[in-house]
């Protein structure tokens, strides 16, 4: 393979080998059921350790690039566009518990809570701006460029406490003249609180890899509700190739995607990059919440804005009051930037790693 690892470079050796595998199997260059090297034949001709190609090779396997066959070998899983009509095989499991981790570091936490109260003084007892502090917007602006590969301006993100409460606001951004589309099955919650604001639902059926394509090929709705991780109930986690298949349809149908991240810090061993977002920018609301990687009682979820629904966000719904206190807000923000719960999130993944074996 034809290669060039600038060893020397800002971004780390893996994610380099990982951009141009990935780059080559979305052009076709590795096709569909192509074999790759050996990790072993990669390290060699590559100059790289053999933990470093092993941990590129994972990330293409986390995000379905890339499947690993036992006593086989590795090969290319992502065929482009195929609009496969699979069985619904759904491994129907109970929802995550709301218990907080034991390893949860409460005393990191505790600190940072002192520190917001020396820092910030009575700032805390101030009303918030109505999409959330500059403070903790722009933490998670930089947060999710580190995590997801999401590029954002903090102005197109709106903070809320709890998913569901940003759920009923993009009902109304979007009115109930908008036919929402939906997983079947999906988490309860969703639709209760889409019908309640007057939105009508379809249900596309499941399949091991995503909706079934037939499904989405024939719904005729504006916005498209998906959770590509980890899905409750069926635990399904999308392909590459199902999450291409999203973004193709909402770009020729002019739909928008509210792309719900919910479980995704967690659900995988790896620093998962991809994103429905990051594939269509313009055409995807991007959700998510901390209430897994952070702490239930903190209900505080945010949703990002494709640039081209900022000004109707603004005009609709710019009335709105930031339902999070100004004091939790500013703790989440510094949490963030001090590194703390992506140290949390990593130890996370490690035990995950170590319990897979």
């Known amino acids: 393979m034809n290669y060039v690892i600038d060893k020397d470079g800002e971004t780390p050796a893996y994610m380099q080998l990982y951009a141009q595998l990935r780059a080559d199997i979305l052009a076709g260059a590795l096709p569909f059921g192509a074999k790759l090297p050996s990790k072993r034949t990669l390290a060699e001709e590559l100059g790289l350790s053999l933990i470093t190609v092993e941990h590129a090779l994972a990330l293409l396997a986390d995000e379905g690039y890339v499947e690993t066959r036992q006593r086989s070998g590795i090969f290319v899983a992502f065929g482009g566009l195929r609009y496969t009509e699979e069985p619904p095989v759904l491994p129907v499991s109970a929802p995550a518990s709301d218990a907080a981790p034991e390893d949860f570091p409460f005393s990191a936490l505790a600190r940072t809570m002192r520190k917001v109260l020396t820092d910030y003084d009575r700032r805390i007892l101030l009303r918030s701006p109505g999409s959330g502090t500059i403070e903790l917007r722009g933490a998670i602006a930089a947060y999710i460029a580190r995590s997801r590969g999401l590029s954002v301006s903090p102005e197109r993100i709106i903070v809320g406490a709890g998913a569901e409460y940003l759920y009923a606001l993009i009902a109304q951004l979007f009115g ?57 109930p069926s635990r399904v986690t999308a392909s590459a190739g199902k999450r291409h298949e999203y973004a193709a349809w909402a770009e020729a149908r002019g ?81 963030l930037n001090n590194g703390e719960l992506e140290r949390y999130i990593n130890r996370r993944r490690r035990k995950l790693r170590q319990e897979k074996g």
């Open 176 to 232: 109930r003249e908008t036919r929402f589309a939906l997983e079947e099955p999906c988490y309860t919650r969703i639709r209760q609180v889409y019908e309640a604001n007057g939105i009508v639902c379809e249900g596309l059926t499941m399949g091991a890899d995503g909706i079934v394509s037939r499904a989405l090929r024939e719904s005729r709705a504006g916005v498209l509700h998906v959770t590509p991780f980890n899905s409750y």
């Open 255 to 335: 739909s928008y995607i509210v792309e719900d991240d919910y479980d995704s810090e967690l659900a995988s061993v790896t620093k998962h990059i991809e994103t429905i977002c990051s594939l269509a920018p313009e055409r995807v609301l991007y959700l998510n919440t901390f209430s897994r990687s952070f702490a239930p009682s903190m209900r505080t979820a945010y949703l990002v804005l494709p640039e081209p629904l900022v000004e109707r966000w603004q005009e609709k719904l710019g009335f709105y009051s930031c339902t999070v206190p100004v004091f939790e807000q500013y703790v989440l923000a510094a949490f």
